[in-house]
């Protein structure tokens, strides 16, 4: 089985991204820029072949590609961000998607989804529900997943800008999450709260190594104590503006 991922470049404006929870600090584009370059590397040195998205000219949140679709077996579900800055974005992702054969459905108006907030797992599809998506986007995504198989279930969210911010999932299905940003961690019938922040987010690259940031020690230990191999890379410059290992690709399988 073929594994691919699909990637963006910083913008050169990457320090002007938007920010909702975070207090602004200085990023250092040049650092971001090599950091995402490690962050390639590392997908490729696991057997996952990267795919670039074209540039989203002065989108400076483009890097965050995930936010642009939702990957469904062969379906891309291309999104509508909920931030209008930010729409424009998905337009090189439904151009490369529709390249690489894949079927394409969208989230219309009045729906707004980020595929930041959508967590997948085993049929399940979790949606959070906050500040970037609303309920009518998740219902689009829905009736695109359902006949596929899909359960979707919506999320309260008020304490992070996407559910992936919060929570994201081990290979055998645990939701690990920082318990401090969940709104209410009983969603999940395995949650697992980790002692970093950054140690909620990672990235399924096989079914028994993950990729998470360097920014989560006591976390990375925790997760190897599991029995889970795990690939660390410095994502500093990104998580300043709220982004994380999950926003940096979208993966896909087949």
Same mark, same amino acid.
């Given at each position: ?102 079927? $394409?459905?969208? $989230? ?25 998506? @609303? ?72 079914? @028994? ?46």
């Amino acid at each position: 089985m073929t594994r691919r991922a699909l990637v963006r470049r910083p913008d050169p404006r990457l320090a002007d991204g938007l920010l909702t929870h975070l207090e602004r600090v200085p990023v250092d584009v040049g650092l971001a820029r090599r950091q995402w370059d490690g962050y390639v590397a590392a997908l490729r040195a696991e057997g996952w072949d990267t795919v670039e998205v074209p540039p989203a000219p002065d989108c400076p949140d483009s890097v965050f590609v995930e936010d642009t679709v939702v990957m469904y077996g062969d379906l891309a579900v291309i999104t509508r961000p909920g931030a209008d800055e930010r729409k424009p974005e998905t337009t090189g992702t439904e151009q490369t998607l529709r390249e690489m054969g894949y079927r $394409i459905a969208h $989230i219309e108006a009045p729906g707004t989804l980020d595929g930041g907030d959508v967590l997948k797992h085993d049929g399940t599809v979790w949606v959070g529900l906050g500040g970037r998506t @609303n309920q009518a986007g998740a219902d689009q995504l829905a009736g695109h997943l359902e006949p596929l198989g899909a359960h979707v279930v919506g999320v309260p969210l008020t304490k992070v800008l996407h559910l992936k911010s919060a929570v994201t999932a081990l290979p055998d299905g645990t939701v690990v999450g920082f318990e401090e940003l969940v709104d209410d961690p009983a969603v999940w019938s395995r949650f697992l709260a980790v002692p970093e922040e950054p140690g909620a987010h990672v990235v399924l690259l096989d079914e @028994n190594t993950v990729l998470m940031s360097t920014s989560a020690p006591q976390t990375r230990s925790l997760f190897e104590a599991r029995g889970l191999r795990v690939v660390a890379v410095d994502l500093t410059e990104f998580e300043k503006l709220e982004g994380c290992v999950t926003c940096l690709s979208v993966r896909l399988r087949g």
